[in-house]
């Protein structure tokens, strides 16, 4: 079965960097366009970054764009997410999804993926 696994969150002060990978096993990786979504307490699940198949289409929410970077090894199977200048906003838990797609493009709308991670929890501290 498909399986998702996040990992690199934590704990870590304002202005500072972390670097999330999510690693895919029981699908084709190359074939599905990828997302970065995460959730606060207390708030809706909303859309971060997502990635084409062949990596050359990006989408970010305005929040993250130009402090985040997505980005994609598909010889690893394994997508990251490179979280610079994190602010106390930015905590959350971050999930991976992955979605069929041969299109060259990706989808910012959760409604789109089919598989998902566990999550993995990011805490940015004042």
């Known amino acids: 079965q498909v399986q998702l696994v996040e990992s690199g969150g934590g704990l870590v002060q304002a202005g500072g960097s972390l670097r999330l990978s999510c690693t895919a096993s029981?699908?084709?990786?190359?074939?599905?366009?990828m997302g970065w979504f995460r959730q606060a307490p207390g708030k809706e699940r909303e859309g971060v970054s997502c990635?084409?198949?062949?990596?050359?289409?990006?989408w970010y929410a305005d929040s993250v764009e130009g402090r985040f970077t997505i980005s994609r090894d598909n010889a690893k199977n394994t997508l990251y997410l490179q979280m610079n200048s994190l602010e106390v906003d930015d905590t959350a838990v971050y999930y991976c999804?992955?979605?069929?797609?041969?299109?060259?493009?990706?989808?910012?709308?959760?409604?789109?993926?089919?598989?998902w991670g566990q999550g993995t929890q990011v805490t940015v501290s004042p």
């Open positions: 029981g699908l084709t990786f190359e074939t599905h366009t």
């Open positions: 999804a992955a979605t069929p797609n041969l299109g060259p493009w990706c989808y910012s709308s959760q409604y789109e993926y089919d598989h």
């Open positions: 990635l084409s198949r062949r990596g050359d289409k990006t």
